[in-house]
């Protein structure tokens, strides 16, 4: 029994400093995303999610974490509200794309240990926003597979360059 609480230490610290050393690669928060780059990042993501008709929500947030702009499309189910924002939390507080804990987590083992990192969501569709080489928001996206999710985002990112 003793044993297995000691491996048990040993594993959530070694996943502990590889998220540590993770972040120490990430880019550091710069001043947050302004509305008008907001709106940009929408437009791109909602005219990716038109083109394929796919009904979503997109959220972005700032660098703080806040809810910058919302939109739902006609259409989207309500239950994705949240699942965007969970999503763009995620990738704005770790500093990295949600894909990142979808990937670990599928992994299966220690990583599992993820699911109860609170804020960290495990599935594609958050995205940083970085401008001059620093974090200035994210973009969330759900209403689709993970993977169009992560697709919509990406145009969203897109159309701010």
Known sequence: MRMDKLL????GALLVFTAAS???QAPPYGPPITLEQAKKALAGAEAEAGKNKWNV?????????NVVAVHRMDGAQFGS??????KAYSAVAFRRP??????????????????RLTGAN???GGLPIVADGKIIGAIGVSG????QDAQIARAGLEALK
């Open 22 to 24: 993770a972040s120490a």
């Open 8 to 11: 048990s230490l040993i594993v």
């Open 57 to 65: 929500v997109i959220t972005i947030l700032d660098s703080g974490g």
């Open 144 to 147: 689709v597979t993970s993977q």
């Open 122 to 124: 495990p599935l594609e």
């Open 81 to 86: 509200l949240e699942v965007a924002r969970e």
């Open 98 to 115: 949600t894909k990142v804990f979808e990937d670990l987590v599928a992994q299966g083992g220690a990583n599992l240990r993820l699911l």
